[in-house]
């Protein structure tokens, strides 16, 4: 494989949907919802390698984390994004699986509570959903705001894992 090439593959069987996996030789770069299904899913590519045996254990400890059987994964990730992204980034990896935190309180331990905005903005742009758990950022109200994958599958991935949050009540009135 060539340097910086990157492996695609699908999980089609999971409580949530479709996933999109890639990986490169120095590991997971990408979990993602896609917005169109392929014509195909495809599988693990049946190549030798580094990204295909990261893509094999990304496939392996995501279906461990459905099935319940998981709350901390262990893989190699290649995060590609600004030096703010992937400290945010990695302030996420230390999220308990079951916890939640809010924008402001990360922001907080960035050192600036106006950076609340720009802590959305990361989660946001984070390319390994449920690995690097933005779906464990909430609003300092507890309302589930934003996620890539839809607020609906933020409140599924937060009930898998028991965390306790208060669902947004709806003013009907």
């Known amino acids: 494989m060539e340097p910086d090439a990157i492996l695609t593959c699908h ?25 169109r299904a392929p014509s195909e899913p495809k599988p693990v590519p049946r190549t030798r390698g580094e990204a295909q045996d990261h893509l094999r254990a990304a496939v392996s400890q995501l279906t461990e984390y459905f099935n319940g059987k998981r709350t901390r994964f262990q893989l190699q990730l290649d995060l590609r994004g600004t ?20 924008y402001g309180q990360l922001a907080k331990e960035l050192g600036a509570i106006t950076l609340a905005r720009a802590v959305g903005g990361a989660c946001g742009r984070n390319p390994i959903s449920i690995v690097v758990p933005c779906h464990r950022v909430i609003g300092a109200d507890s309302s589930l705001t934003g996620y890539g994958g839809g607020v609906s599958r933020k409140e599924k991935l937060l009930r898998l894992e028991g965390a306790s949050f208060a669902a947004p009540q709806l003013d009907l009135f």
């Open 83 to 102: 030096d703010f992204d992937c400290e945010v980034w990695q302030m996420l990896l230390k999220i308990p699986c079951g916890k939640t935190r809010t």
């Open 11 to 35: 999980m089609a069987r999971t409580p949530l949907g479709l996933l999109r996996l890639s990986a490169s030789e120095d590991g997971l770069t990408e979990v993602i919802f896609p917005s």
